[in-house]
């Protein structure tokens, strides 16, 4: 890193992860066999501006309704593994199973069944594990 503040800054952005989604990040950030070191910067920039710059940005729309697009967007591109991180941070910020559902009849009136059905199959599986952790 080049300097003490994107230290900071990256810092910061990690710790607002761990708040939204209740595990450290840092377990999804370990470099991969054969990855290219620029891969490191990668995910830092990437880290910054996801969970350093957007999420933090609560004041005209809150943690919980951002997560809610969130899980939406996710669901809508078939990015079915960052859906499920959506999905832990959308139920650890207030959202209700109930609601998630809602999303995905949502998602199938104006994305499609095939892709709402996709997605609501890891939100199914997501909920389980909720359910199996408490």
């Known amino acids: 890193m080049a300097n003490t503040q994107e230290e900071d800054r990256y ?3 990690l710790a607002h992860a761990e708040r939204l ?5 840092e377990r999804f ?5 054969g990855e290219p070191a620029n891969g490191a910067d990668f995910k830092r920039l990437a880290t910054v501006q ?7 940005r609560d004041e005209v729309l809150d943690t919980r309704t951002r997560a809610l697009v969130s899980v939406t967007i996710a669901a ?8 499920r991180g959506q999905l832990r941070i959308a139920l650890n910020n207030g959202a209700t199973p109930e609601e998630i559902a809602e999303v ?3 998602i199938a009136a104006y994305a499609g ?7 609501y199959q890891v939100a199914a599986q997501v909920f389980a594990e909720t359910a199996r952790d408490r």
């Not at 989604?21 to 990040?25: Q, R, T």
């Not at 950030?29 to 066999?33: I, R, S």
């Not at 809508?76 to 859906?83: D, F, K, S």
């Not at 069944?113 to 997605?119: D, I, L, Q, S, V």
């Open 11 to 13: 810092a910061e952005a």
């Open 21 to 25: 989604l209740g595990i450290p990040l």
């Open 29 to 33: 950030l370990d470099p991969t066999a």
């Open 50 to 56: 996801t969970f350093g710059a957007a999420w933090p």
């Open 76 to 83: 809508v591109l078939g990015t079915l593994e960052p859906l």
């Open 104 to 106: 995905f009849i949502h």
């Open 113 to 119: 069944a095939a892709r709402a059905f996709e997605g």
